[in-house]
């Protein structure tokens, strides 16, 4: 790539976004000057980036005509406010918090729907999906050529670090308390999560839905161009750090060919397959890892058109992070 | 209840052993002699009951003719090599080990099939099925009324002690030591366990599942008398001491009328139904209660024919030895 620009990030200072400036350093992103931008609250604070240090400043007095792309890794409310200047200024953007609706803001996985950006006009107003979303549509978009998909159940078992510092300070917190036999306090989370399983994200709504199961289910019908597509997801808070575990069940057309969905999986871009007799795991494998992983794969006990997996994703990076500067690298080589 | 018999309660020691032990103290269970048996290695340990302590027999030499009713609360092999000579002997029996085929020994849930013993003959042989079935079982068993099932996909999150004291104690050093930043040693789980989620419970067939997985699929078509149900199932080994957590959607004839689904649940016995913006937990609700908690009651985002749960139980209660106990009492209640 011999084009380069001045980028901002917004949020850098969170967990998603310190991952994001460092992924943008690993990966030699073509970019010329940095801005890292935060709210009031935590700017002041210095980041490294290609042996200097960089200062967060506030975003709330940021001139977006500066940049020609900016990565908004914050929270929703921070994009609702500052995306229309950002626009307004003839920035592109990428955005991280889901805000915008799909209609303004297109969710894009490079591995499953990069085509949709020539579509799209500058400047670009993208959305990195959801991490279990991302992770999904990297594993499932592959297999579209071969399967009808009919509906896909998925239970996401979400690592406490999609819920930022706080949950995983909160997590290592409850674990030494009852590991030294003291009564628990619960600070962040409202109940035990060490040892424990959490049926629920965040508050769910009259229908019984979090927002994090509504984005799954919208942004992957979305990503994969099936909005007929049923999707039965629940999203549960694990007592794991980093790393996000997904079990799914797909219901197709038509019986499984499992030989070719094996071959599909292992020539996917962005997916590793584990097999033989093993199966990956978040920590061990996905965690600090580019690609996604996938396993169990195995066809229905009682139904040949079933299709059951195993995902295991780095919810900081591929789910988040890393699909991010991807769409960066996507939007610099070829559109802007 | 004015029978009582002597009862023999084969591998004692176990978690689930010595649970169901308890439980038949608690319970007043209608026994005059208990007897106390386990393998040669286990066996001359002692155990509480009804303030005396009970010595640990082997098996092995143990005269089945002596008791009407025998648990096996130890390995498959254990009820293969002695099932067959307590049956010899007349002695009915509970296996809780899912060693004996189902047309030998039927799957029974009081809450869900009680009435299958009506049409078996003494010496009875039963099996408690696996802790997922279960309380899977429950909660479906008063659901079926109102609703045709066709598939049930199920998550079930097994907690570590569904491996015994060798579970729940490499989970508790594995903790530690990560906590202290020592390098994991891999010792009973061959993998790290603490702060991440295992896709498979034990090892897999050639067609990717595992013993407890197809013990699910199956117990639960036979305890719901619905052998053309279609049943998704995955069993992952959580970072949880005890009680098992289920990830579980339904899919049904017709579209689900939430309010009676509620309404059957509310008043189901064994089920206790958890709403009202919270939801119930494995530790915190349901570990030591002897009822089945199920919340996060939903129809389907995408199809009103689909229904979400979600269920905590715990898994050497319900799941195990308090099932196991009320089989007894029904038993020796209206048949032995």
Chains 1, 2 share one sequence.
Request: net charge negative; glycine share 6%; hydrophobic share 45%.
């Amino acid at each position: 790539m011999s084009k380069s620009f001045d980028i901002a990030v917004i949020g850098a200072t969170g967990t998603v976004g310190a991952t994001l400036v460092q992924l943008l350093e690993e990966r030699d992103f073509p970019l010329a000057n940095l801005h890292l931008l935060a709210s009031s609250e935590s700017a002041g604070q210095s980041l490294p980036f290609r042996g200097k240090n960089v200062r967060v400043r506030t975003v709330e007095e940021f001139d977006f005509s500066q940049v020609r792309l900016a990565f908004f890794a914050a929270s929703e409310q921070v994009t609702r406010v500052h995306a229309p200047r950002a626009q307004a200024a003839g920035c592109s953007l990428i955005d991280l918090s889901g805000a915008l609706p799909v209609s303004q803001a297109p969710r894009v996985v490079p591995e499953a729907n990069a085509q949709i950006l020539k579509t799209l006009q500058a400047p670009y107003q993208l959305t990195s999906p959801s991490a279990s979303a991302a992770a999904l549509a990297v594993v499932l978009a592959p297999l579209q050529a071969l399967l009808t998909l009919r509906r896909v159940g998925v239970t996401a078992c979400l690592a406490v670090s999609s819920q930022g510092r706080e949950g995983v300070a909160d997590l290592a917190r409850q674990t030494t308390e009852l590991l030294n036999m003291r009564p628990l306090e619960t600070r962040f989370f409202d109940r035990q999560i060490a040892f424990n399983l959490l049926a629920q994200v965040g508050q769910a709504d009259e229908s019984g839905y979090t927002v994090v199961e509504r984005r799954l289910s919208t942004e992957l019908k979305q990503v994969l161009a099936l909005p007929e597509l049923k999707v039965a997801a629940t999203c549960v808070q694990a007592p794991v750090f980093f790393g996000d575990s997904l079990s799914v069940s797909l219901e197709c057309a038509a019986e499984v060919d499992l030989a070719a969905v094996r071959a599909a999986l292992e020539g996917a871009p962005g997916v590793e397959l584990v097999e033989a007799d093993d199966y990956p795991t978040a920590v061990g494998d996905a965690v600090g890892q580019d690609v996604v992983y996938v396993g169990r794969v195995r066809a229905g006990l009682d139904d040949a058109a079933e299709l059951n997996l195993w995902i295991a994703s780095d919810n900081v990076r591929k789910g988040a992070a890393l699909n991010a500067a991807q769409l960066g690298e996507l939007l610099i080589k070829h559109y802007l």
